[in-house]
């Protein structure tokens, strides 16, 4: 539309007009919130249904998922139970650099030697069966190496202990010739000295006589 706004009958139509607009304006926001009032209100039930139906079907889920639970918290029991059982098996074999006595070492070949195989193992059988075996025949080699070691250890060790008895006997036998002849020393410069004193009085009595 087109007014003439500088006549007081175009300033007028256009006032009017405005006017109108404005009203229709307020009529469609009116509107507007009705609408969206609606609108909320029916989104809230649809939320509320949906939130009554799908605690119905979590309901109706939890009856057969929570069986499926316990029967997967006994699974991972048992396994966890048997990797356990194994991870005991491989703590008993010691490392190449350990030091550890033959006893000990026979000591663990035993206590290997007390886990049974079997069907028990399940789906690990095969891994226990090779972690025992592998296990008793290194524990086996290191105890004959163990042994024949701690054989060349007593043996040095006696060898030593007489090396020790033969020395100690050397320096004791030392000791008394080293004792025995200053004895003898001492004996001998005695007998000078009482042979000499013997002399002199001697000659004493002779030059005496002579007189």
């Known amino acids: 539309l087109v007014f003439e706004y500088e006549t007081p009958k175009g300033e007028k139509a256009a006032r009017s007009h405005i006017y109108k607009l404005r009203q229709t304006k307020t009529a469609i926001e009116e509107a507007r919130k009705r609408e969206k009032a609606e609108s909320l209100e029916y989104g809230r039930r649809v939320d509320n249904e949906a939130r009554e139906i799908v605690e119905v079907i979590e309901a109706m889920i939890d009856v057969h998922a929570q069986p499926l639970r316990e029967l997967e918290a006994i699974e991972t029991k048992r396994v966890e139970g048997l990797r356990n059982r194994m991870q005991a098996m491989v703590n008993l074999i010691p490392g190449s650099n350990e030091d550890i006595s033959a006893e000990e070492l026979d000591r663990r070949i035993l206590e290997l030697e007390t886990y049974r195989l079997g069907d028990h193992w399940k789906e690990f059988e095969l891994n226990a069966a090779r972690i025992k075996e592998g296990g008793i025949e290194t524990l086996r080699e290191m105890l004959a190496k163990r042994r024949r070691y701690e054989e ?60």
């Open 152 to 211: 060349e250890r007593a043996e040095l060790e006696r060898l030593r202990r007489e090396r020790e008895i033969a020395d100690r006997a050397e320096r004791d036998r030392r000791i008394a010739e080293e004792a025995k002849a200053k004895a003898d020393e001492q004996a001998a410069h005695t007998a000078r000295a009482v042979a000499m004193q013997a002399e002199l009085r001697e000659k004493a009595l002779t030059e005496q006589l002579a007189r």
